[in-house]
């Protein structure tokens, strides 16, 4: 295929060429909006717009397409970050925690580490089973099961073996066939792995975590080299842009705004006949400064702003929780409990050896010809392995799972930040699937080698199924205040423990490595008990514990008996055309990195937008309008803006959070 990405005849539009009217207002150009503007305009007869806040990235485009970019010029704490950070968090000593989130086309998968790690089957069915109880429909809610769902994160990919060469040294396995064959998203391992990462696996498995030599085929659970979203036909990063319009020929019935930030959409006063409320119209500004404008929608509002921005879209479109809109002097057009409620994250920290070992970080600090070629810059972290309680627990399980269980009603009623008897019914539920189902059969801790610092090895241990809960909510009426983010990381006491056993755990392989390892630096030999691990996690500003970018629930699809927000179609519960299509919609954090996934709702949501029949009424489920067509040529605009050479200098805190 061809690149289009470098014409100036691309599809996006500069303002004052947006039509007034569209069949899909797109909210955010990231990771599902892109999938969606593609699959959606593959219909000429459908107009697509796509409102993005952030700038196209065209001016660091070269940072982003890097694979090692994401570490040595990564485009985090820049404009292009939305740079948030939580409220202070309680229970980690009133610390901030910063929450990576991309803010340019592509959304979080232009700055995200690029590993593809899928959740494991018995979470995925897990879902589906809570979709279809609780007055849910059992129909609609199986293809969420992980058969369907499989299937649609496949079709994203096109997948390519690793040389094998490279596979016999690093002991890199795999099915191809677990992966797909012709999508638009780039499957592959860099073409230059460390040699310390041969000894992954068997290091693992010493410490309990055998090699698992098919992974992201619905089992999760033991030590594997991962394949990364990146291109193996120039080395570069394959993110939802890249992979999902650049390639595309132009669309006129496809554009694409950068720099417009959404504010709310605009419902009717009225309800239809089925008593759900319609959008007709979606607000955005350029910037605080600037008039905001309204573009009419003829059929549908797809929300896909991400898990930290769709609820705050929502609750200023007047849809959310009563109590949270009245106290920020916002009109309720639809009580909603559910939204903004069920935030959770990854919870991460690093253990740090010295190494005697040549590492990444290594051979890019020598600057030799070979850290400048392409090669060696396709390089990134992909050694995971995911571990189940019984090796954090080390026999303590039964005792911990009884605790867990014995205390739900007391979780539920201290910890759930909502007073609505649906999201505690919803958390309860949820509650009880972790600490039985999930208990033993998915796993609980994940760990990731770090090899991009010079002379030092990290391996991190990330939680993956918590049990704090935390809450995104506004407290004014201003969309251009900022919305609150509040995890209540560590609030449940099962986290702290699960977090210190991981640390715990990473020790045990770091002991398999022998000689690789040196001294270990991060926490320290003399950080052993109990509550001096727990008092680093939680207090220690620079290497305990932060956010692994996994923020998720914030709209979540469930029965609205469980504090849902949207049903298995995507739709907001009380509103006839307004869908939520990104991160948000997981009920619960998935023992995985949630991109594969996220690829894959955007492509099934795709086709159930498209399998739905318009034919007539105005804003209503049934019907479109006639729309302007008139407009459709390609418009030009300057791509090419000079390349903006700027280095980012990452401090030691940016190598050890996720990557
Ligand atoms: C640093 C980092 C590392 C990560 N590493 C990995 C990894 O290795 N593997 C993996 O699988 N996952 C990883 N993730 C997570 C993954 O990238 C996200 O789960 C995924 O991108 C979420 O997709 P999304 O569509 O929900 O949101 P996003 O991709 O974040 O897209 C949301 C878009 O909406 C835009 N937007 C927000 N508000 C508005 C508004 N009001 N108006 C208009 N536009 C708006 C944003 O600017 C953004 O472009 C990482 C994330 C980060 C931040």
Same mark, same amino acid.
């Given at each position: 295929?061809?690149?289009?990405?470098?014409?100036?005849?691309?599809?996006?539009?500069?303002?004052?060429?947006?039509?007034?009217?569209?069949?899909?207002?797109?909210?955010?150009?990231?990771?599902?909006?892109?999938?969606?503007?593609?699959?959606?305009?593959?219909?000429?007869?459908?107009?697509?717009?796509?409102?993005?806040?952030? *700038?196209?990235?065209?001016?660091?485009?070269?940072?982003?397409?890097?694979?090692?970019?994401?570490?040595?010029?990564?485009?985090?704490?820049?404009?292009?970050?939305? &740079?948030?950070?939580?409220?202070?968090?309680?229970?980690?000593?009133?610390?901030?925690?910063?929450?990576?989130?991309?803010?340019?086309?592509?959304?979080?998968?232009?700055?995200?580490?690029?590993?593809?790690?899928?959740?494991?089957?018995?979470?995925?069915? !897990?879902? @589906?089973?809570?979709?279809?109880?609780?007055?849910?429909?059992?129909?609609?809610?199986?293809?969420?099961?992980?058969?369907?769902?499989?299937?649609?994160?496949?079709?994203?990919?096109?997948?390519?073996?690793?040389?094998?060469?490279? @596979?016999?040294?690093?002991?890199?396995?795999?099915?191809?066939?677990?992966?797909?064959?012709?999508?638009?998203?780039?499957?592959?391992?860099?073409?230059?792995?460390?040699?310390? @990462?041969?000894?992954?696996?068997?290091?693992?498995?010493?410490?309990?975590?055998?090699?698992? *030599?098919?992974?992201?085929?619905?089992?999760?659970?033991?030590?594997?080299?991962?394949?990364?979203?990146?291109?193996?036909?120039?080395?570069?990063?394959?993110?939802?842009?890249?992979?999902?319009?650049?390639?595309?020929?132009?669309?006129?019935?496809?554009?694409? =705004?950068?720099?417009?930030?959404?504010?709310?959409?605009?419902?009717?006063?009225?309800?239809?006949?089925?008593?759900? %409320?319609?959008? &007709?119209?979606?607000?955005? @500004?350029?910037?605080?400064?600037?008039?905001? *404008?309204?573009?009419?929608?003829?059929?549908?509002?797809?929300?896909?702003?991400?898990?930290?921005?769709?609820?705050?879209?929502?609750?200023?479109?007047?849809?959310?929780?009563?109590?949270?809109?009245?106290?920020?002097?916002?009109?309720?057009?639809?009580?909603?409990?559910?939204?903004?409620? +069920?935030?959770?994250?990854?919870?991460?920290?690093?253990?740090?050896?010295?190494?005697?070992?040549?590492?990444?970080?290594?051979?890019?600090?020598?600057?030799?010809?070979?850290?400048?070629? +392409?090669?060696?810059?396709?390089?990134?972290? #992909?050694?995971?392995?995911?571990?189940?309680?019984?090796?954090?627990?080390?026999?303590?399980?039964?005792?911990?799972?009884?605790?867990?269980?014995?205390?739900? #009603?007391? !979780?539920?009623?201290?910890?759930?930040?909502?007073?609505?008897?649906?999201?505690?019914?919803?958390?309860?539920?949820?509650?009880?699937?972790?600490?039985?189902?999930?208990?033993?059969?998915?796993?609980?801790?994940?760990?990731?080698?770090? =090899?991009?610092?010079?002379?030092?090895?990290?391996?991190?241990?990330?939680?993956?199924?918590?049990?704090?809960?935390?809450?995104?909510?506004?407290?004014?009426? &201003?969309?251009?205040? !900022?919305?609150?983010?509040?995890?209540?990381?560590?609030?449940?006491?099962?986290?702290?423990?699960?977090? +210190?056993? /991981? %640390?715990?755990?990473?020790?045990?392989?770091?002991?398999?490595?022998?000689?690789?390892?040196?001294?270990?630096?991060?926490?320290?030999?003399?950080?052993?008990? #109990?509550?001096?691990?727990?008092?680093?996690?939680?207090?220690?500003?620079?290497?305990?514990?932060?956010?692994?970018?996994?923020?998720?629930?914030?709209?979540?699809?469930?029965?609205?008996?469980?504090?849902?927000?949207?049903?298995?179609?995507?739709?907001?519960?009380?509103?006839?055309?307004?869908?939520?299509?990104?991160?948000?919609?997981?009920?619960?954090?998935? !023992?995985?990195?949630?991109?594969?996934?996220?690829? /894959?709702?955007?492509?099934?949501?795709?086709?159930?937008?498209?399998?739905?029949?318009?034919?007539?009424?105005?804003?209503?489920?049934?019907?479109?309008?006639?729309? #302007?067509?008139?407009?459709?040529?390609?418009?030009?605009?300057?791509? =090419?803006?000079?390349?903006?050479? %700027?280095?980012?200098?990452?401090?030691?805190?940016?190598?050890?959070?996720?990557?």
């Amino acid at each position: 295929r061809a690149d289009h990405s470098n014409f100036a005849e691309r599809d996006y539009i500069p303002d004052n060429q947006v039509r007034s009217a569209y069949d899909y207002v797109i909210v955010g150009g990231g990771l599902a909006g892109l999938v969606l503007a593609s699959r959606l305009s593959e219909d000429s007869n459908t107009s697509v717009l796509v409102l993005e806040a952030g *700038k196209s990235g065209d001016d660091v485009k070269d940072r982003i397409n890097t694979p090692s970019g994401a570490y040595y010029q990564s485009i985090a704490g820049t404009e292009y970050d939305w &740079n948030f950070r939580t409220v202070p968090q309680t229970n980690l000593g009133n610390r901030t925690i910063s929450e990576l989130r991309g803010k340019v086309l592509g959304g979080s998968t232009a700055m995200n580490a690029m590993y593809l790690v899928r959740p494991s089957k018995v979470e995925v069915d !897990a879902w @589906a089973s809570l979709l279809a109880g609780d007055g849910g429909d059992p129909t609609t809610a199986s293809r969420w099961g992980w058969d369907n769902l499989y299937n649609y994160m496949k079709k994203a990919e096109q997948f390519t073996p690793p040389t094998s060469n490279l @596979a016999k040294v690093v002991n890199v396995t795999y099915d191809a066939s677990f992966y797909g064959a012709s999508g638009p998203m780039k499957v592959t391992y860099p073409a230059v792995m460390m040699d310390i @990462a041969a000894n992954w696996t068997s290091s693992c498995a010493a410490a309990g975590m055998p090699e698992l *030599k098919n992974p992201n085929g619905g089992v999760t659970l033991g030590s594997f080299i991962t394949p990364s979203s990146i291109n193996p036909s120039n080395w570069t990063r394959s993110y939802s842009r890249s992979a999902y319009i650049d390639f595309l020929p132009p669309r006129s019935n496809l554009h694409i =705004l950068s720099e417009a930030t959404v504010l709310r959409f605009r419902l009717n006063d009225t309800k239809d006949k089925t008593g759900k %409320l319609s959008a &007709n119209g979606v607000e955005y @500004a350029k910037n605080s400064k600037s008039t905001s *404008k309204i573009i009419n929608v003829n059929r549908e509002v797809i929300l896909a702003a991400g898990a930290l921005s769709t609820p705050k879209i929502l609750m200023h479109s007047g849809v959310g929780p009563k109590d949270t809109l009245s106290g920020a002097g916002i009109g309720v057009k639809m009580e909603l409990p559910g939204v903004g409620q +069920r935030l959770q994250d990854h919870m991460t920290a690093p253990v740090v050896w010295s190494t005697p070992l040549e590492t990444a970080g290594n051979i890019h600090a020598s600057n030799s010809d070979f850290s400048k070629s +392409r090669e060696f810059n396709s390089f990134i972290n #992909d050694a995971v392995s995911f571990g189940n309680m019984s090796l954090l627990l080390n026999g303590g399980e039964s005792t911990f799972q009884k605790q867990l269980l014995n205390l739900t #009603d007391a !979780a539920v009623n201290k910890l759930v930040p909502s007073s609505s008897a649906e999201v505690k019914a919803g958390y309860k539920k949820i509650y009880n699937l972790m600490a039985t189902t999930f208990f033993d059969k998915a796993p609980q801790v994940e760990l990731l080698m770090s =090899l991009i610092t010079p002379d030092v090895v990290a391996i991190q241990a990330a939680i993956q199924h918590p049990y704090s809960i935390g809450r995104v909510y506004v407290n004014s009426s &201003n969309p251009w205040d !900022a919305a609150l983010i509040d995890p209540n990381f560590h609030s449940h006491w099962a986290d702290r423990v699960l977090m +210190r056993q /991981g %640390l715990r755990l990473v020790r045990q392989v770091g002991a398999a490595y022998g000689a690789s390892l040196g001294q270990e630096l991060v926490p320290g030999l003399a950080t052993q008990s #109990d509550a001096d691990l727990e008092s680093h996690l939680l207090y220690d500003p620079v290497n305990g514990a932060g956010s692994q970018f996994h923020p998720t629930g914030t709209a979540a699809c469930l029965p609205q008996a469980l504090g849902g927000v949207v049903d298995a179609d995507l739709k907001v519960y009380g509103l006839a055309n307004v869908r939520v299509v990104d991160g948000s919609i997981f009920p619960f954090e998935f !023992a995985a990195h949630l991109a594969s996934a996220g690829y /894959g709702v955007a492509e099934l949501a795709s086709d159930l937008i498209k399998s739905k029949t318009y034919s007539t009424v105005s804003g209503s489920e049934q019907g479109t309008v006639p729309h #302007d067509k008139t407009s459709g040529a390609i418009h030009l605009i300057p791509m =090419l803006l000079p390349w903006l050479s %700027l280095t980012y200098i990452l401090s030691i805190t940016v190598h050890f959070l996720h990557i």
